[in-house]
Structures are given as structure tokens and as C-alpha cells.
């Protein structure tokens, strides 16, 4: 028995290393058996077999407690003894092996790309017994155990077994079980100690809380059946695409209930109807994954499998995307894999080694946002980060992910100074691995979720981000345009009489606008840290502010590409987005003074989605040269720039086309002339300064005529018009 006090001792100080070594069953004879057990601070243990109990001896001062049966004692359970209870479970220790080798070997090849069907925390059952696998990757660790509500956070109870080939650690426990909260407890090969939340926990605590949760195993009962057999068909480049750019934790908020968040069941029956009435085809979400601080927004996530508990649990999330797609809404998530955040529970050195992140700082740090690099040249983290896209279409059956910040991962002096990064392997600044990685992501997810949107926020000209990888793309299907919504809110915010010097800005967009299959983007960036709200840039009284904001939204929803606006922007907020408030909804109300403005702004918006999907010039050619025809793009002494989109049918008497004519300055333009290439009937289909919008109303109910093969028009002040070309006066 001494030795076996020097064993519980060195449990007991967490030195024994190999814990299934020891404790549990173990055969000592042909006809003898010794059961052992760790149970600190139990006062008398049985052990609780088929043929009955048997006390325990207890061995040493520490916790230690062995039995001697003269058979196998086949499955059995340990009955423990404290000052104030007495507990029954199945022994941990009696449990062989349960991660396939397979699994494992396909791990440490670099080829498992749906990790979260092996590690984290999976209600199982194991022969008859029901109980919690807990598994997780820490190659360099010394020791690890897990930790929670089912030990009271004691880590000396429950350590973990390591499979050595694949440095994943995994414990099956019998007494865990859905909505047990639990962390890793980690030795490092240095005796340094670290606790962990689980990096691929399916659910988490409320922040500021920071541990992982044991998520409900019963799978959510899908309805979306339809919308995904539709999807898989379809083609999204020629399809109308409305995107409302959305942060939930400040769509809406209880005032009355100290200005909390929405639920996703309540955002469920608020949200959905409001994005559904105002036409948008899709939302996008600001990043979901579980995030520690509210002023990050989600840009500086932690648990990237679990959907923020802030607004309620992983089948309600489920349920939002599930009713979103029952009524036509596709769901976009913002993914942030760019870098990840320093808090001590999180990835960082999560063994004791630079295990997810770079170790030299010149590769793994980023001063913009003080965050961690993710190292995707080692596979397994690359297998980690594809798994979790993987893990988000196939279990929340989301319909496209927008990546952050890919310029920052596929240059390595993104944002740096000289000596601050290091170069490739030719003397570059291209990061070969990010690039190889990003294209293996898109390439994956493409075949496996025929349909879907891998979207790319990249801010630089790097060459066919949109492209396939075949064609030496990097394989994204659409990529933001931030170079279209810098030139055109420079534009807009000049005042008008200074706008002819920056005409430029308005047409520079359609030199590259099919370089790539671009998003026009309006979003949460362009209206915050200073920069003001949309409507508090434009120029002039708050009569112009608004002509000039409606005037923005029709170019926008003229222009070639896909569409995206920020929430919000459709009130014509005056003030900033703030994260920690509702948006001002109050300014729709009748008391409010400028109440008909922002109401005819949230009306032109609503009819704007509405004009845009239902004429197909305006979006089956968005990616396609073909569809769109300059009028007059020269005018800069007035301002004014005009064009057609056309729709994909080569049949002349079945093409459709809309004429877009954009006056940017407070002058009517009386009896303007436009050379046409499209002689013929035109029809006013929408006009931004219409009197339903909070315009003036005195040009619409115009007569439109053709002089001399020049189309007459009078153009409002600050507006917007299109225009449908009803055919040439043979077929009027």
C-alpha cells in the first residue's frame, strides 16, 4: 500500500500523468481484481456492483480508495460518502478508449475538416450508460483535466487521457450532463497551469461569465426543407441580392426592462417581418460566435462553435434562421477568423505553446486591433477554422459567411512598418499559406453546400478574390466594394457646388466594376468612430440632406452589383450607430419634426428592394458588362450622369431595360436632353424627389419625349430617377 500512497499522492499534487494507467478496474491476479479510486475529501466509498456492494479501503490522507473483488466486477458504480451527501455514479476510469482511431489519424494528417464531430462535449451513451465525452487538442500539455459544475471545479479529480498521436486529450463522465458548465485545466511541460474555456464548446455562459456549457444533444427539427432544395439550384449571381447589414444587440431593446437585448425568439417574431416588409432578400448578421466584450460587436470572438448566449440558447438561434428561410430571408453570418482576442481563458498559448497562434510576434500579432493571428499553416488549426464554417452550414443551415479582414491575412504587412513583418520565402508580402488556406475553405465549402455565398471583405485590388480557384482565384463568390463606397460617399459628402471637381467618383467605379463580383456596401463601418451617420455627411440644410441621401440610395440601387445597407440606414438616423442603444425608431414618429423625411426615406428604401427585384435589367447582368450602357457619364458641369441596365435576354422585343438618371446637384434640370441609344416610350418607374419620399412631387407627372432622337426630361433637384424603356414606337 505504500506504493500505492505515493501514486495518490502524486494525483493528489496532479503529477501522475497517465490516470487510466491506475485508477479504475484492473486485473492483479487470475482470480483478482483491484478497483481504484481518486475522491477527494470523500469520507467512505462502496462499490456498487451486480452482486452487491463492497466498501473501499482508504489509502493514504489524499483521497486514495482501493477494493479488492475476486471476479471482473463487470460495469459498476461507485457510492461516495461526504460530510453533507452521498453521491452515486458510474467510475470514469472503467471506460476504455472512445475517439475512433480514424477520427484521430485523419486529425494529425491535416484532413478533418468537421472537427466538431470528435472534439468538445457530446452527450453519448456508452453501453447502457448515458454521460458527457469530453475530448480536446493540447499536444504540448502535461496534463489536462476537465473541470465543472459536476466536480465543483476541483481539477484533481477528473484527468484526462491523452491519445498520443494526435495530442487530443478525452474523458467520458458519467455524472456530467446537459447545461453543466466545465473548462479545461491544463499542466503545460513547463508546470505552468492554465484554465481554459472549451475552443470548439457548442454553447457558453453569459458574458462576463467565461465557461464553456454541456449543449442539449436533441438535434432542432428543421422546416426550411424547401428553401434549402431551392438554394442548391440556384444561381445567385443572377438573382437579386438585398442585404440588411443587421447587429442584434441593438436592432431593438427593452427600454422599459433596463434596456436589454432581444431574444432570437423575439427577434424572431420583430425582426424577420420587418426585413420581410421592407424587402430585403437577406440579413446579415454582425459575428455570432461567442464574444467577450459587447464593444467588439462579435469582431473579436472566442468560442467560434457557439452562438452568443446573449440573446438566448443554440436552438433558438436555430429557430430565427429556420423561420427566416420559412419566410424567404436568406441569413449571412460575419466571420471573423482574421485574429482572434488575448483574454487568458481563451486560445492564447492554450497548452503553454504558441499551439493556435504564430510564436514570432512579426507573423502573429496585430497592432490595429491588439489581437492574435491565427497560424493556418499548421493543419490542425487550419482544420479547426474550416470545421467551424463546415459546422455553421450544417448545423444552423446559414446561407453564406462574409469573412473579415481578408486583406489582413493574405498580406504580412498588412498595417505594419519595415521590421515589423517578415517576407515570404521570394522576398514578398504575400502570405502563401493564408491564400492556400483560404482557397481550400471556399473550395470545400462550394462542393459541399451547393448555392451558398462565401463572401470576401477585401479592401485592397488583390487579383481575383472572386474568382474560382480553377481560374487562380482564391475561390470567394462575391467581394465587398470598398473602393465603389469610398469614391461615392466622398462624393456625396462635397457640397454640390464643388461636386463637378469630383465627378470622377461617381464613374471610376465601372472601369473595374466587373474585375470582380462586387457588393456595393453601405455598412456598420461607414457610421461610426466619427464618421457620422449617413444622413449627417451629406451637405447642405436638412431639405438637402435628405434629397442628397435619397439620391445616394437610388445610384446605389442603380449601379451594377449586389446590394448592402446597414440598419438603421434606412431611418436616415441623425446621430452615429451606437452599440449600446436601439436604433432611433422614435424619429418615424409623428411628433417629431423631420418625422415625413425619415418615414419617406424608410418608403423609398422599402420600394427601392421592391423596383430592384422585380425588374430583372437591374440585376441578372450585375456581374456582366453586357448589362449595363453609359448615356452621358461627362456631364460634370451639371452633375448629372445617366445609363442603362439591361437584362439577360438577347430577344430584343423580350430585353428589358431601365435608364437611371442622377441630377447631384439642388438644380432642376428643365427640358434636359439625353442622346439615346434606345429611341422610343420611357416611363417613370421611381423617383427619389417623388413627394411620398419627402420630396418635392413636381416632376412626376411629366411627359417624357424623344426630340430629334434625344429623350427630353426634366431631371429634379438632388434626385434620382429610373426609367423603363416600354419599347421603340413600333411595338408602343
Not at 482 to 496: A, I, S
Request: some cysteine; glycine content about 8%; proline content about 5%.
Amino acid at each position: 500500500m505504500t506504493v500505492f500512497i505515493d501514486i495518490f499522492d502524486a494525483i493528489s499534487d496532479g503529477q501522475f500523468l497517465d490516470p487510466f494507467s491506475f485508477l479504475g478496474s484492473h486485473s492483479i491476479a487470475k482470480n483478482s481484481t483491484e478497483v481504484r479510486a481518486f475522491l477527494p475529501h470523500a469520507l467512505q466509498v462502496n462499490l456498487i456492483t451486480k452482486n452487491g456492494s463492497i466498501p473501499f479501503c482508504k489509502v493514504g490522507e489524499k483521497g486514495g480508495f482501493v477494493a479488492e473483488v475476486q471476479k471482473d466486477p463487470g460495469l459498476y458504480e461507485l457510492e461516495v460518502h461526504y460530510a453533507d451527501c452521498v453521491n452515486r455514479f458510474y467510475d470514469p476510469y472503467q471506460f476504455g478508449s472512445l475517439l475512433p482511431e480514424e477520427d484521430l489519424a485523419l486529425f494529425s494528417q491535416g484532413n478533418h475538416t468537421r472537427l466538431d464531430k470528435i472534439l468538445g462535449a457530446h452527450e453519448i451513451v456508452v453501453g447502457s450508460v448515458r454521460g458527457v465525452l469530453f475530448s480536446v487538442w493540447a499536444p504540448n500539455a502535461k496534463r489536462v483535466s476537465v473541470i465543472g459544475s459536476f466536480n465543483m471545479g476541483n481539477h484533481l479529480c477528473h484527468p484526462m487521457r491523452l491519445r498520443h498521436q494526435s495530442g487530443v486529450w478525452e474523458l467520458f463522465l458519467p455524472q456530467a450532463k446537459s447545461g453543466d458548465w466545465y473548462k479545461f485545466h491544463i499542466t503545460d511541460s513547463f508546470g505552468g497551469t492554465h484554465v481554459k474555456a472549451d475552443p470548439v464548446a457548442f454553447q457558453s455562459e453569459h458574458p462576463p461569465r467565461t465557461a464553456s456549457l454541456v449543449k442539449e444533444s436533441s438535434a432542432y427539427q428543421w422546416g426550411d426543407q424547401k428553401w434549402i432544395k431551392e438554394r442548391e439550384v440556384s444561381n445567385p449571381y443572377h438573382k437579386p441580392m438585398s442585404i440588411y447589414e443587421c447587429h442584434l444587440g441593438s436592432w431593438r431593446r427593452v427600454q422599459e426592462e433596463g434596456n436589454r437585448f432581444l431574444t432570437y425568439r423575439e427577434l424572431t417574431s420583430t425582426l424577420i417581418p420587418y426585413v420581410k416588409e421592407m424587402g430585403f432578400t437577406h440579413i446579415e448578421l454582425l459575428p455570432i460566435a461567442e464574444y467577450p466584450y459587447d464593444g467588439s460587436w462579435g469582431y473579436q470572438p472566442l468560442g467560434l462553435y457557439a452562438p452568443t448566449s446573449r440573446f438566448g440558447s443554440p436552438a433558438d438561434f436555430a429557430y430565427f434562421i429556420d423561420q427566416c428561410h420559412q419566410n424567404g430571408i436568406g441569413v449571412i453570418l460575419d466571420w471573423v477568423i482574421a485574429h482572434f482576442p488575448i483574454d487568458e481563458y481563451g486560445l492564447k498559448q492554450f497548452d503553454g505553446s504558441y499551439l493556435y497562434e504564430h510564436e514570432d510576434w512579426r507573423m502573429g500579432w496585430h497592432s490595429d486591433w491588439e489581437t492574435l493571428i491565427y497560424n493556418v499553416e499548421r493543419h490542425e488549426v487550419a482544420d479547426f477554422l474550416i470545421s467551424n464554417a463546415d459546422f455553421w452550414f450544417r448545423e444552423f443551415h446559414i446561407d453564406g459567411l462574409r469573412v473579415d479582414a481578408v486583406s489582413s491575412m493574405i498580406y504580412l504587412d498588412y498595417s505594419r512598418k519595415d521590421g515589423e513583418w517578415l517576407p515570404n520565402m521570394y522576398g514578398g508580402n504575400i502570405n502563401f499559406g493564408a491564400v492556400d488556406f483560404l482557397k481550400r475553405l471556399n473550395t470545400l465549402m462550394y462542393e459541399r453546400y451547393p448555392g451558398i455565398l462565401m463572401i470576401a471583405e477585401e479592401s485592397t485590388a488583390f487579383h481575383n478574390v472572386s474568382r474560382p480557384t480553377y481560374a487562380g482565384g482564391l475561390g470567394f463568390g462575391f467581394k465587398w466594394n470598398m473602393g465603389w463606397m469610398n469614391d461615392v460617399l466622398r462624393y456625396f459628402e462635397k457640397d454640390p457646388i464643388y461636386r463637378h471637381y469630383e465627378h470622377h467618383h461617381l464613374t471610376f467605379g465601372m472601369i473595374y466594376a466587373y474585375s470582380e463580383n462586387f457588393i456595393l456596401s453601405l455598412s456598420h463601418d461607414e457610421v461610426v468612430h466619427g464618421k457620422q451617420s449617413l444622413l449627417s455627411k451629406m451637405p447642405g440644410d436638412a431639405w438637402q440632406k435628405f434629397a442628397n441621401l435619397r439620391a445616394l440610395y437610388g445610384f446605389m440601387y442603380g449601379h451594377p452589383g449586389k446590394k448592402l445597407l446597414f440598419m438603421g440606414s434606412e431611418l436616415a438616423q441623425w446621430k452615429e450607430w451606437n452599440h449600446q442603444e436601439s436604433l432611433d425608431w422614435h424619429l418615424l414618429q409623428e411628433e417629431m419634426f423631420h418625422h415625413v423625411f425619415h418615414r419617406g426615406t424608410q418608403k423609398l428604401v422599402q420600394d427601392l428592394n421592391s423596383l430592384y427585384q422585380t425588374q430583372r435589367a437591374l440585376f441578372e447582368m450585375d456581374h456582366e458588362s453586357s448589362g449595363f450602357e453609359w448615356v452621358d457619364y461627362h456631364d460634370r458641369q451639371n452633375s448629372v450622369i445617366s445609363f442603362y441596365r439591361h437584362s439577360a435576354t438577347c430577344d430584343l422585343t423580350k430585353k428589358q431595360s431601365v435608364l437611371v438618371i442622377c441630377n447631384l446637384t439642388p438644380v432642376p434640370r428643365y427640358s434636359y436632353l439625353l442622346t439615346v441609344s434606345l429611341p422610343g416610350c420611357y416611363k417613370i418607374i421611381l423617383n427619389t424627389d417623388d413627394a411620398i419620399y419627402g420630396g418635392t412631387g413636381l416632376f412626376s407627372m411629366q411627359q417624357i419625349e424623344m426630340v430629334d432622337g434625344s429623350l427630353k426630361i426634366d431631371i429634379p433637384p438632388l434626385s434620382t430617377l429610373f426609367l423603363i424603356y416600354e419599347g421603340s414606337p413600333e411595338y408602343a
